[in-house]
């Protein structure tokens, strides 16, 4: 269903009478652009501080103008879901001059995707749904009550105050002499209203902002209560003024408190589409959408508030308004799902999850909702959250199988989820795959990552050749004189500072070192600072959350859909896994792509209860210990090697591992196509 202006307070009354009795609802997000220029392009080796920073700082300037929400409500009796897909077109038109007017950016690229995929500009433009924040609502709202009690209008639960009031004119009014025949002109039709009975207002010509003041101070010297004036604006927003005779005092100050409930009540529909985020915030209904970063982080800024300055208060905003999320991309790309599906793009991901060994749950659209049975309409936001929500669904209920007896059907609300809660998936990150929303996040070592600084000619080959005696490298580029290098062979890391630390045009620094010299200390230390998790919520009953709700009728608890879903997590939970390696709810996942694995150490979150981490120097100094020896020899048999054939240290390197045994698939030097493999399927 598309949603407009003219047809916006319908769809929001079917959402308020099916969210609260849902399952879950899936969400999605189309924009005007996706990065402001290259310095807040994603790298792959930004922590998640850096990440968060450049989609701030690089993304919020565009604008958010289609939000999708699919709303799934599961029927017990049938075993179908119900959905109930929404597509929200969203512009920020102003509601008159004193409200926000925002500014954003457009990106061609972006706009030229949305155009072929057939998006309604003028729908856009000219219908589209208006939002305002809750501050920005809260601070017109007072300007309107200030203006109304500086008129002695009387304020519900408060008395107008002297400050508000708005001083008398003192002595004549000064006319510029160029508008002295306009204003007289005005005040002869005034003195024609008050004399003839028949009519009871009059309509002036539209003028200019300097030319109403006069005809406001004008007839408030002249008439005093006598009339009321009122600004109004026409169909083409032209702006004029009113005039209507005023029969007592009384009359007008009635007239002056249902006006001023008419602005509060514009105000309130200005509001718009942020009611819509209210009221998902408000069920507590489990938030699902795909690749969802730019989606959460966009709708928190338009809708909610500004974004803050920090990703630990951007992880405790998110936590507030969306209690649970799941992002399918990282479930996608995490066991047990991973090693069934190749390509995690949502077209993809949807076509291969209709295959074994996943089986779709029966769905059928609402009535009134017919409008994705068979079109495939990507991209636009109703249709994509639609998509993304019935892939939860069917990976979610592939989790039962592994259950005993198997489970064809696994709750929302199921304790099974909970490894992939509250994880977003961080694209063209290679070794921090999620940002955690709960907790802290991922702190993988890169010892053997190195930043390095080179002439503007080079190109990928030339750092292929720079560290050719360690093996093959990924290159994450950061601009057209440096890149970070990660050598696939962790081992080799010690070696590098040793061998080519700097040359004649180039430099080379441990992504510590680099680190260190980018952020001062103290900025480094609050980058580190881990977040404390929220309390864990203990999972209600419908019982015990009804004794809760009366015991505390202020407190908000975590709800739940059914009786059905309290009864599966018991029985989840009391079951054991049929298969010899059961999922372990309580282990958070690891997300690679299948068929790659990242030469990279073991990565291990940090505030693990039970875990315990080794200083970082006295790790470094037994990794050294280790390969101290092995290296000694390795460099003897490349040094002879290399005296007769130049830059052939990778076939010198099979050749020694052949000797010592070992049994290694070498990745083949190559230039850009070594990239590619890390890069996401999916185009921004």
């Given at each position: 269903?598309?949603?407009?202006?003219?047809?916006?307070?319908?769809?929001?009354?079917?959402?308020?009478?099916?969210?609260?009795?849902?399952?879950?609802?899936?969400?999605?997000?189309?924009?005007?652009?996706?990065?402001?220029?290259?310095?807040?392009?994603?790298?792959?080796?930004?922590?998640?501080?850096?990440?968060?920073?450049?989609?701030?700082?690089?993304?919020?300037?565009?604008?958010?103008?289609?939000?999708?929400?699919?709303?799934?409500?599961?029927?017990?009796?049938?075993?179908?879901?119900?959905?109930?897909?929404?597509?929200?077109?969203?512009?920020?038109?102003?509601?008159?001059?004193?409200?926000?007017?925002?500014?954003?950016?457009?990106?061609?690229?972006?706009?030229?995707?949305?155009?072929?995929?057939?998006?309604?500009?003028?729908?856009?433009?000219?219908?589209?749904?208006?939002?305002?924040?809750?501050?920005?609502?809260?601070?017109?709202?007072?300007?309107?009550?200030?203006?109304?009690?500086?008129?002695?209008?009387?304020?519900?639960?408060?008395?107008?105050?002297?400050?508000?009031?708005?001083?008398?004119?003192?002595?004549?009014?000064?006319?510029?002499?160029?508008?002295?025949?306009?204003?007289?002109?005005?005040?002869?039709?005034?003195?024609?209203?008050?004399?003839?009975?028949?009519?009871?207002?009059?309509?002036?010509?539209?003028?200019?902002?300097?030319?109403?003041?006069?005809?406001?101070?004008?007839?408030?010297?002249?008439?005093?209560?006598?009339?009321?004036?009122?600004?109004?604006?026409?169909?083409?927003?032209?702006?004029?003024?009113?005039?209507?005779?005023?029969?007592?005092?009384?009359?007008?100050?009635?007239?002056?408190?249902?006006?001023?409930?008419?602005?509060?009540?514009?105000?309130?529909?200005?509001?718009?589409?942020?009611?819509?985020?209210?009221?998902?915030?408000?069920?507590?209904?489990?938030?699902?959408?795909?690749?969802?970063?730019?989606?959460?982080?966009?709708?928190?800024?338009?809708?909610?508030?500004?974004?803050?300055?920090?990703?630990?208060?951007?992880?405790?905003?998110?936590?507030?308004?969306?209690?649970?999320?799941?992002?399918?991309?990282?479930?996608?790309?995490?066991?047990?799902?991973?090693?069934?599906?190749?390509?995690?793009?949502?077209?993809?991901?949807?076509?291969?999850?209709?295959?074994?060994?996943?089986?779709?749950?029966?769905?059928?659209?609402?009535?009134?909702?017919?409008?994705?049975?068979?079109?495939?309409?990507?991209?636009?936001?109703?249709?994509?959250?639609?998509?993304?929500?019935?892939?939860?669904?069917?990976?979610?209920?592939?989790?039962?199988?592994?259950?005993?007896?198997?489970?064809?059907?696994?709750?929302?609300?199921?304790?099974?989820?909970?490894?992939?809660?509250?994880?977003?998936?961080?694209?063209?990150?290679?070794?921090?795959?999620?940002?955690?929303?709960?907790?802290?996040?991922?702190?993988?070592?890169?010892?053997?990552?190195?930043?390095?600084?080179?002439?503007?000619?080079?190109?990928?080959?030339?750092?292929?050749?720079?560290?050719?005696?360690?093996?093959?490298?990924?290159?994450?580029?950061?601009?057209?004189?440096?890149?970070?290098?990660?050598?696939?062979?962790?081992?080799?890391?010690?070696?590098?500072?040793?061998?080519?630390?700097?040359?004649?045009?180039?430099?080379?620094?441990?992504?510590?070192?680099?680190?260190?010299?980018?952020?001062?200390?103290?900025?480094?230390?609050?980058?580190?600072?881990?977040?404390?998790?929220?309390?864990?919520?203990?999972?209600?009953?419908?019982?015990?959350?009804?004794?809760?709700?009366?015991?505390?009728?202020?407190?908000?608890?975590?709800?739940?859909?059914?009786?059905?879903?309290?009864?599966?997590?018991?029985?989840?939970?009391?079951?054991?896994?049929?298969?010899?390696?059961?999922?372990?709810?309580?282990?958070?996942?690891?997300?690679?792509?299948?068929?790659?694995?990242?030469?990279?150490?073991?990565?291990?979150?940090e505030g693990d209860p039970g875990v315990e981490i080794e200083d970082k120097d006295i790790v470094k100094e037994k990794d050294e210990d280790k390969v101290k020896e092995k290296h000694e020899d390795k460099v003897k048999e490349k040094d002879e090697v290399e005296s007769e054939h130049i830059g052939t240290s990778k076939k010198v390197e099979e050749e020694i591992d052949n000797k010592e045994g070992k049994k290694e698939n070498l990745l083949t030097e190559g230039t850009d196509e070594d990239v590619k493999m890390f890069e996401e399927c999916e185009s921004w």
């Open positions: 269903m598309d949603v407009t202006r003219k047809n916006f307070k319908e769809a929001l009354g079917v959402i308020s009478s099916v969210l609260n009795d849902s399952s879950f609802v899936a969400i999605d997000g189309e924009f005007t652009g996706l990065h402001y220029d290259s310095r807040y392009m994603p790298n792959a080796f930004d922590t998640p501080e850096e990440r968060y920073q450049k989609l701030r700082q690089g993304s919020v300037d565009f604008l958010l103008v289609q939000f999708g929400l699919c709303i799934f409500k599961y029927n017990g009796k049938s075993s179908k879901y119900t959905v109930y897909p929404f597509n929200f077109y969203v512009f920020p038109t102003p509601l008159n001059r004193h409200a926000p007017d925002p500014r954003f950016l457009c990106q061609s690229s972006s706009i030229d995707f949305l155009v072929s995929h057939n998006f309604d500009f003028n729908k856009l433009f000219r219908e589209g749904i208006p939002y305002l924040t809750s501050n920005s609502a809260r601070t017109m709202r007072e300007e309107i009550l200030q203006k109304y009690a500086g008129q002695g209008v009387t304020i519900p639960n408060k008395e107008p105050s002297p400050a508000f009031r708005t001083p008398q004119a003192k002595g004549p009014i000064i006319i510029p002499d160029e508008h002295k025949e306009f204003i007289n002109q005005i005040v002869a039709k005034t003195e024609q209203l008050l004399k003839d009975n028949d009519r009871t207002s009059i309509q002036l010509d539209p003028c200019n902002g300097f030319q109403r003041k006069l005809i406001y101070q004008t007839m408030e010297t002249k008439f005093q209560t006598k009339l009321i004036v009122e600004t109004k604006t026409g169909e083409k927003k032209e702006r004029y003024i009113e005039i209507t005779k005023a029969t007592s005092e009384e009359d007008k100050r009635k007239r002056d408190e249902l006006k001023m409930q008419a602005d509060l009540d514009e105000i309130d529909d200005a509001i718009g589409f942020s009611k819509v985020i209210d009221m998902i915030s408000e069920s507590g209904r489990l938030v699902v959408g795909h690749n969802m970063i730019l989606d959460l982080m966009h709708t928190l800024d338009q809708f909610s508030c500004r974004l803050p300055d920090n990703l630990i208060e951007f992880k405790n905003m998110s936590h507030c308004v969306f209690h649970r999320v799941v992002d399918t991309k990282v479930m996608a790309s995490t066991h047990p799902f991973k090693e069934f599906i190749m390509n995690s793009a949502l077209n993809d991901l949807h076509s291969r999850l209709q295959d074994n060994p996943f089986v779709p749950p029966s769905i059928e659209m609402a009535s009134n909702f017919n409008g994705y049975k068979k079109a495939e309409n990507y991209h636009e936001a109703g249709y994509d959250a639609f998509i993304t929500g019935q892939c939860f669904a069917i990976m979610a209920n592939f989790l039962g199988t592994f259950m005993d007896p198997p489970k064809h059907r696994v709750s929302p609300s199921s304790q099974f989820l909970e490894p992939f809660m509250n994880k977003i998936h961080l694209m063209r990150s290679l070794d921090i795959p999620y940002l955690n929303l709960n907790g802290p996040d991922l702190q993988p070592s890169r010892n053997h990552v190195f930043h390095v600084t080179f002439p503007k000619e080079w190109r990928t080959s030339d750092l292929h050749q720079l560290f050719s005696p360690f093996g093959s490298i990924y290159v994450g580029w950061i601009g057209d004189t440096e890149a970070f290098v990660s050598l696939y062979k962790a081992a080799e890391a010690s070696m590098v500072m040793k061998t080519i630390k700097k040359g004649e045009n180039y430099t080379v620094t441990p992504y510590k070192n680099f680190k260190r010299g980018v952020y001062p200390e103290d900025n480094a230390e609050k980058e580190r600072k881990i977040v404390s998790p929220p309390q864990e919520e203990k999972s209600l009953t419908v019982a015990e959350m009804d004794k809760a709700n009366i015991e505390e009728p202020g407190k908000r608890k975590r709800r739940i859909s059914s009786l059905e879903a309290d009864a599966e997590v018991a029985v989840l939970m009391g079951t054991v896994a049929k298969r010899k390696k059961p999922m372990d709810p309580t282990v958070a996942p690891f997300v690679s792509r299948k068929g790659v694995k990242p030469p990279l150490p073991e990565v291990t979150e």
